[in-house]
Nanobody
Framework: EVHVVESGGGLVQTGGSLRLSCAASEFGFDSYLIGWFRQAPGKEREGISCLNSADGSIYYDDSVKGRFTISVDKDRHTMYLQMDSLSPEDTAVYIC?????????????????????WGQGIQVTVSS
């Protein structure tokens, strides 16, 4: 069983930055399909950024494109989401997800909101 734990959330002012981390110590980031998702109150979970190392595909939702960056540190078994130019519309619970096998493109993972392993979610609040 892979345990996935997010950290780095919190309260930030409009225009500020945060970096979310997602540690998965039992997961070998040799070939991976990973993603960041978020869920705002009263809304469904949406995929905002996904990455497939096998085919090199990276997906960003239009709402975060140019502001958020997904990355992986294989040695630390950790994935990251750098979030810049934050706005109140980014306020949500952020969840990281991992697929055991990178069999679909990154965009598919994000659009279908799929994952074998999920973190518990972490709150990000952007004040105006």
């Amino acid at each position: 069983e892979v345990h996935v734990v997010e950290s780095g959330g919190g309260l930030v002012q409009t225009g500020g930055s945060l970096r979310l981390s997602c540690a998965a110590s039992e997961f070998g980031f040799d070939s991976y399909l990973i993603g960041w998702f978020r869920q705002a109150p009263g809304k469904e979970r949406e995929g905002i950024s996904c990455l497939n190392s096998a085919d090199g595909s990276i997906y960003y939702d239009d709402s975060v494109k140019g502001r958020f960056t997904i990355s992986v540190d294989k040695d630390r078994h950790t994935m990251y989401l750098q979030m810049d130019s934050l706005s109140p519309e980014d306020t949500a619970v952020y969840i990281c997800g991992i697929e055991r096998r990178p069999v679909v493109r990154a965009a598919t993972m994000c659009h279908a909101v799929i994952g074998d392993y999920w973190g518990q979610g972490i709150q990000v609040t952007v004040s105006s």
